[in-house]
């Protein structure tokens, strides 16, 4: 694969006031050079250094296709870890192909998705774990995930699993030197130092699975499951929130009948919104289908956004209370009294003194007039209570990570239990060797074509 010389347009789709093409490989400067045509004779891409900027036309034969800088990286000091050259053109959809078209007849061929960066894994330029987070930090859309994504890109994840793979090799080569003395009757590893020490790299494994589920949170959003009977104004609150029409608003009961979900940045955390069908007795079929959503979103919910319309009688909101109650165990509750510009200040009062009883945060708005939507807002920060995130704080966000580690975690499990009973070191090699495996196939020292193509396949054409 790494013979090929490939190409890509790296910026966004569609018309821009510039566009970037990259292409990388053995032959991409000698490509390059074929097409492009400096302003001044001397400054041939052949004969550039390094990191050098070039100004001057792309042409096909005599007709001139644009006017473009070229920036020139010579391995392994470039992205990919080989020769790669960056083609610097006018956003012109036309102009992009065109050129695209001149490199392909030229000998390059289109990269597949994440292949620049696949290269730059395969040439040693990142582990695997670091080009995971170049997808991520692509992606990031809040201060929290942009953080996480920078920590891991610049190896603060894969600083740490070095060392714990270190510490184990040294832990098993001890281990496997006895096994070569057995009959000699040498020890050569003392018992409870390897104890202390592997009871060491668990707790650390530990602490970075357990933290996924503040990273997956931080990564695609604190899910906020907006409830309450028909008509409260749930799908009205959430048109607010995310600014625009994205659910039906109607005086009909019963017109939200699935759920509705999409995300949004508050004050730099993202919260992934679920608006769900109103919760009511009903014979309509289709509805009763989306009110059992409803209950079923309601366990994947951090935060419970609670619509009550203030207009309900204080018996049926109490009813609707203990019909939730298992539900809204361990969940952050927000009760949203809505509609308060349809009650006068003395119906508000009278109100506000009788649901005073029901223990929650209480916020009254009203979701039409988009009053109080601030403290809302607010009430949602202060609900999630999400870590600050610092530049070097390690928290796993990728669901494979995860998983390795907490097979990492089972395996260094069972050598405290093995150092505990005393058993042969044969065996405390092989659960040694199986934590360090796991460990090693989140940074890529151990890993599959089938693996790799999964992962890659994920990121965008041209990175």
Same mark, same amino acid.
């Given at each position: 694969?790494?013979?090929?010389? +490939?190409?890509?347009?790296? #910026? ?40 050098? =900027? ?33 083609? #610097? ?32 894994? =395969? ?23 942009? %953080? ?14 070095? %060392? ?14 006895? =096994? ?30 357990? *933290?996924? *589920? ?93 619509? +009550? ?13 203990? %019909?939730?109650? *298992?539900?809204? !165990? ?8 809505? %509609? ?10 009278? !109100? ?18 988009? *009053? ?92």
């Amino acid at each position: 694969m790494n013979s090929d010389t +490939i190409c890509a347009v790296s #910026t966004a789709p569609g018309t821009g006031g510039v566009a970037i093409i990259r292409i990388s490989g053995d032959q991409a400067v000698a490509i390059c050079d074929t097409l492009f045509v400096p302003i001044r004779q001397s400054k041939r891409l052949l004969t550039q250094p390094a990191y050098s =900027l070039t100004y001057g036309s792309i042409m096909q034969g005599e007709e001139l296709i644009d006017d473009v800088l070229v920036s020139l990286f010579r391995n392994p000091h470039s992205f990919t870890g080989e020769d790669t050259v960056e083609i #610097t053109c006018h956003g012109s959809i036309y102009i992009q192909q065109q050129i695209m078209q001149l490199l392909i007849t030229n000998g390059c061929r289109t990269a597949d998705p994440g292949e620049f960066t696949q290269r730059a894994f =395969l040439n040693g330029k990142m582990d695997l774990s670091q080009a995971e987070a170049v997808a991520d930090l692509i992606a990031s859309t809040s201060a929290g995930t942009h %953080k996480l994504a920078m920590s891991q890109m610049r190896g603060g994840f894969s600083n740490e699993l070095t %060392k714990l793979r270190a510490q184990l090799l040294d832990f098993t080569s001890l281990i496997e030197l006895e =096994l070569d003395f057995s009959e000699e009757d040498v020890e050569f590893a003392d018992r409870s130092n390897l104890r202390v020490l592997a009871t060491s790299i668990e707790h650390l494994i530990s602490k970075l699975a357990n *933290s996924f *589920s503040v990273g997956n949170v931080i990564k695609n959003g604190v899910p906020v499951a907006i409830i309450g009977e028909t008509n409260a104004g749930k799908s009205t609150l959430l048109n607010y929130l995310l600014n625009e029409e994205k659910a039906i608003v109607s005086d009909i009961h019963g017109t939200t009948r699935d759920v509705i979900e999409d995300t949004i940045n508050i004050a730099g955390t993202t919260f992934r919104f679920i608006d769900t069908a109103g919760i009511r007795e009903t014979t309509d079929a289709i509805e009763t289908i989306g009110i059992e959503r409803t209950f079923q979103k309601l366990d994947q919910a951090s935060i419970v956004l609670w619509v +009550i319309d203030l207009n309900t009688p204080i018996d049926q909101i109490e009813a609707l209370s203990q %019909k939730l109650q *298992s539900k809204l !165990k361990d969940k952050q509750l927000i009760l949203v009294f809505n %509609k308060v510009d349809l009650l006068t200040p003395a119906m508000l009062a009278e !109100k506000q003194d009788v649901l005073s009883t029901l223990a929650a945060e209480r916020l009254f708005i009203s979701a039409q007039s988009r *009053s109080n939507m601030d403290a809302l807002q607010q009430l949602l920060i202060k609900a999630a209570n999400l870590p600050q995130i610092g530049q070097n704080d390690i928290i796993v966000t990728n669901l494979r990570h995860y998983e390795a580690l907490v097979h990492a975690q089972e395996a260094i499990t069972r050598v405290i239990e093995g150092l505990m009973a005393n058993i042969s070191g044969d065996f405390l090699s092989m659960d040694i060797r199986e934590c360090m495996h796991y460990l090693g196939i989140i940074t890529g020292n151990i890993g599959n074509e089938e693996i790799l193509g999964n992962i890659f396949s994920k990121f965008c054409v041209g990175k």
